[in-house]
């Protein structure tokens, strides 16, 4: 019995790569094919200390593979501008600027967003393990930091999307906490 | 005669050990203030503070360079362990994750005393609820997630607001954890030594340590591909010390040495030798006593122009010598001593112009050869003839070279093709005046051009502060200085706002006056009252009350802390910024507010008048200090310009007066001023731009020169040229050019422009003067 079951297991298994189009490879070879463009964002956080969550909504941009631009028009004006490993972020007439080099944690964070976009899964596997299910036009991705220090600052990452189109992101933190992003591209 | 001799004798070493006592005694400094002005205005003595005692000045800059970053990383920790443990180093940083924590809690512990926003207004409903309301906005930024920790115990933004001022965005580059340079190839760290800038010792030890720190890391880790880079002023300090130190007495030495040769060629006498240096010696060391006497510090590149000197001084023996072996003692006395006796005065004349000089460097320099010039003259004059006693009437050598009419005769005929060749060179000159001289400071540094480099980018991969821009305001005491520094920094908070500027540093966001904290502590409510408005203002909020307690715990233990004072902040980063920024002076403190320039405008340049439109009325000072360095130096220039004038104008009202005939002047005069016209143009042809020190020089073959003149003018009167002064006029040119020639050799600028310009000068005045001297008057 258990010998016919391991039998027809391995067949299966044999069989499966005749029909599964949809892998890792298959998502980023997609996702790589996408040289960026113009989205509304809504980001909602839901936060213990705070009694309602928080939304804020805007205009992201991005332009592959590795600027993105990220304008927050309520509640506050506020834009954040990635280039390479350049984060600028300017609010209130105060405009920081600092390397992400230099924040190997904020690096990997970042990369998060940085390597699904631009489709590199090398970027990705440094930091996170991938696991992939769904199929090509509604796929969801799930980071799973590698590092403990990593792990400290974000639990997990869950990543909608279809096709080579990001949809929505959701980090979870380590305190519980929770931002889920949501992406509507602008078609120019 | 005898006893004559012996008295003289004993008068002198009597006069040398005296001196020899005070030379003891005296301090030698090879440090910056050879440059720095005697008598500073308010702007140049902030200047010469942070040059001197300045936090910048005590700031070294360390590279590693080589192996891959981790290892790069390893030793730059090492590093900093080792050092910081050292009571010679203040601070040791680079960029070590957790040192940021420190300054963090250290801010919050204290927010409520130090944050600027807290006023009555803040703590009413109103102002609670905008202050909620930021802080919840904030969340949505992704710098909010850095303080959502923090929301609950500062809901109203303390925390951020503080941080904000802490010298945003301008920390250097990060690879493995530690600070590096821009491309990452270099660990970076920034170490603030005990020892003042002008302490050159003290700088030297710090700079020992650290290399002798990072030679046993290497060893122990057995990296022998890892390199360590160093600069920063004390650096420069040091170096330039060991530079002047060590060609000093290289230079010495070579003149030395190749003057003795002359002088052993001329006379085949080793007492005669001797004798002819006694002079000289006699005059470096009364150099030296006068320097002493007058400024207390005696300046390395001062006692490197006792090179120059001792080609001047041997001078006046060698003309003794060789002229009164023919003639006797009195006959000398009587016929050369006059001409000698005015060639001193002239040189007297051109050295005591310097003197007036407000660049100390130049004073000394003109006292030191004042004197010098002046003992050696007067040595040889009345206390050499008497030790040299009736040997110098056997010994001295009457061997003219028979050639000499020949060559005079040849030089004469020269006189048109020189007269055109000097039109041509002024032609020159003035074609090339607007890039004749160097403009700035700089043409006097020491440091070389490999080591500005390194500084530079060492400078600019730490974004390391130049501190070209500053506020200054000063203050009887610690307080009222702070206080003066509160009330600059609101003037360039609306500056900030309007953009006119990028922002500002201030030592009083971490030390606040007291009448300040009082202010910020009277605006804190009681808890009962603080509670009842927290409420109401977060009546629409998402945040609930009954999550703040120790906000409002924390406000109420701030309305009973005691004042933050500079121990608070011992072992942060927060303290090494205030004491980099305030200064302890003789009547009070100042406190520096540097100046960040606003970005993007491409050059970093401040609007200097924006600034001192927003700081009028009050008595802070703004500072360019590119622009008082550039300032400072035209100020010498034009002062070296004005005291070269009114020397050659001295030297001229003097030998008119002794000529008493505008011919005899003008047949003095003009070889002179020919040697200066032909120095300028050779010296812009070799490639040198003319700086400060090029224009004493000019000054110096004035009064040099102008010796040779004399004799020439001399000989013309009595309408003879003997060999005897032909021949000590020679020796005495080859001892000068020797002298002044071999500071050409020095890589110390204002040496080597004495040596480059008055070397060949003293060589042409002499050829000139043979030139122009009358027709007929050699025999």
């Not at chain 1, 909608?160 to 992003?181: F, H, K, S």
């Not at chain 2, 010792?201 to 650290?210: C, F, K």
Request: aromatic share 6%; hydrophobic share 50%; charged share 20%.
């Amino acid at each position: 019995m258990i010998k016919r079951l391991m039998l027809s297991l391995c067949l299966a298994c044999a069989a499966l790569p005749a029909f599964a189009t949809f892998d890792i490879t298959q998502l980023m070879s997609d996702l790589a094919r996408h040289k960026g463009g113009k989205a509304r964002f809504v980001e909602t956080r839901y936060l213990a200390v705070l009694d309602k969550p928080l939304i804020s909504s805007g205009e992201m941009t991005y332009v592959a593979p590795d600027r993105l631009e990220k304008q927050t028009l309520k509640p506050k004006v506020e834009s954040m501008v990635l280039d390479k490993d350049q984060l600028t972020l300017a609010r209130d007439k105060q405009t920081f600027s600092i390397n992400l080099a230099s924040q190997p944690e904020a690096l990997a964070f970042v990369d998060s967003i940085r390597g699904t976009l631009s489709g590199n899964r090398a970027a990705l596997e440094k930091n996170y393990a991938l696991h992939l299910s769904g199929a090509s036009d509604k796929w969801v991705l799930t980071l799973l930091p590698r590092d403990e220090k990593i792990a400290n600052f974000v639990q997990r990452i869950v990543v909608n999307g279809n096709r080579g189109q990001m949809r929505q992101i959701e980090y979870l933190q380590a305190d519980g906490d929770r931002t889920v992003l949501s992406i509507e591209p602008i078609n120019p | 005669m005898k006893s004559k001799a012996l008295r003289s004798f004993l008068i002198w070493l009597l006069a040398m050990l005296a001196g020899a006592a005070i030379v003891a005694q005296t301090r030698f400094s090879a440090d910056m203030s050879f440059f720095l002005p005697s008598h500073p205005t308010a702007e140049q003595q902030v200047l010469v503070e942070q040059i001197k005692d300045g936090a910048v000045s005590r700031l070294l800059m360390l590279g590693i360079e080589g192996g891959n970053a981790s290892q790069r990383a390893q030793v730059s920790r090492e590093l900093r362990g080792r050092l910081a443990a050292m009571p010679e180093f203040v601070a040791v940083q680079n960029g070590e994750s957790g040192s940021l924590d420190a300054d963090r809690d250290l801010l919050l512990a204290h927010r409520y005393l130090l944050s600027p926003a807290v006023n009555p207004e803040r703590f009413t409903v109103d102002g609670l609820h905008r202050a909620f309301s930021d802080s919840i906005d904030l969340l949505t930024s992704p710098a909010g997630m850095l303080f959502k920790p923090f929301l609950t115990r500062d809901p109203t933004g303390e925390l951020p607001a503080l941080l904000v001022t802490l010298s945003g965005g301008n920390q250097p580059a990060s690879r493995s954890g530690v600070w590096a340079s821009r491309d990452g190839e270099r660990a970076m760290l920034l170490a603030q030594t005990k020892a003042q800038g002008a302490d050159t010792d003290g700088q030297e030890r710090a700079l020992t340590l650290i290399r002798s720190e990072f030679e046993a890391i290497r060893a122990s880790t057995g990296r022998s591909d890892i390199r360590l880079l160093l600069s920063g002023p004390g650096h420069f300090a040091v170096k330039a010390r060991a530079t002047i130190k060590e060609e000093v007495f290289r230079l010495t030495v070579i003149s030395s040495l190749a003057i003795i040769a002359v002088l052993f060629f001329v006379y085949r006498s080793l007492r005669l030798m001797t004798l002819g240096l006694l002079p000289v010696v006699s005059g470096m060391l009364a150099g030296v006593v006068a320097v002493s006497l007058a400024y207390g510090t005696v300046f390395g590149i001062t006692v490197g122009f006792g090179a120059a000197l001792i080609g001047e001084a041997v001078d006046y023996s060698t003309y003794y010598f060789v002229q009164s072996g023919r003639l006797g003692l009195a006959a000398w006395r009587e016929r050369f001593w006059p001409t000698i006796r005015l060639g001193v005065a002239t040189s007297v004349f051109g050295f005591g112009a310097l003197l007036f000089s407000g660049f100390p460097g130049l004073a000394q320099l003109g006292l030191y050869s004042l004197a010098g010039v002046l003992t050696a003259a007067l040595v040889t004059g009345y206390i050499l003839p008497d030790l040299a006693g009736p040997l110098v009437h056997s010994a001295a050598p009457t061997r003219p070279w028979p050639g000499i009419a020949k060559v005079l005769a040849a030089l004469q005929s020269l006189r048109w093709p020189t007269l055109g060749l000097a039109l041509l060179a002024l032609i020159y000159i003035g074609a090339v005046r607007d890039d004749l001289w160097h403009p700035n400071l700089s043409a006097l540094s020491t440091a070389s051009e490999a080591d500005s480099a390194v500084d530079g980018a060492l400078r600019a991969d730490l974004g390391a502060p130049d501190s070209r821009y500053l506020v200054v305001v000063t203050g009887t005491d610690r307080e009222a200085a702070l206080a003066a520094a509160e009330r600059a920094g609101k003037a360039l908070d609306g500056l900030v706002a309007q953009g006119v500027i990028a922002g500002y540093d201030n030592p009083a966001r971490f030390l606040p006056s007291h009448a300040a904290q009082a202010a910020r502590r009277a605006a804190l409510p009681d808890a009962d009252t603080l509670r009842t408005r927290t409420a109401e203002a977060l009546a629409d909020l998402p945040l609930n009350a009954n999550k703040l307690d120790t906000f409002i715990a924390d406000v109420v233990a701030a309305r009973d802390a005691p004042d933050i004072t500079r121990a608070d902040l011992n072992g942060s980063n927060l303290a090494l910024a205030v004491d980099s920024l305030m200064l302890q002076r003789i009547n009070g403190w100042s406190v520096l507010l540097p100046l960040h320039p606003a970005m993007g405008s491409g050059e970093l340049q401040i609007p200097a008048n924006d600034i001192r439109a927003a700081l009028a009325g009050s008595d802070a000072l703004f500072i360019d200090m590119k622009a008082e360095f550039d300032a400072l130096y035209a100020s010498y220039l034009g002062e070296a310009i004005t005291l070269s004038l009114a020397g050659v104008l001295a030297i001229v009202v003097l030998l008119a007066f002794n000529l008493r005939s505008a011919r005899r002047l003008g047949a003095v005069m003009l070889p002179l001023a020919l040697a200066v016209i032909f120095v300028v143009a050779g010296l812009h042809l070799a490639g040198q731009r003319l700086h400060l020190l090029h224009l004493i020089g000019l000054l110096l073959i004035v009064a040099v020169g102008s010796n040779y003149a004399l004799f020439f003018d001399r000989a013309a009167g009595q309408g003879e040229l003997d060999p005897e002064t032909l021949t000590s006029m020679g020796v005495a040119n080859l001892t000068t050019a020797i002298g002044f020639g071999t500071l050409a050799l020095s890589s110390v600028p204002v040496l080597n422009a004495i040596g480059t310009s008055v070397g060949p000068g003293a060589i042409l005045a002499l050829l000139l003067g043979a030139m122009f001297v009358p027709r007929g008057t050699a025999k």
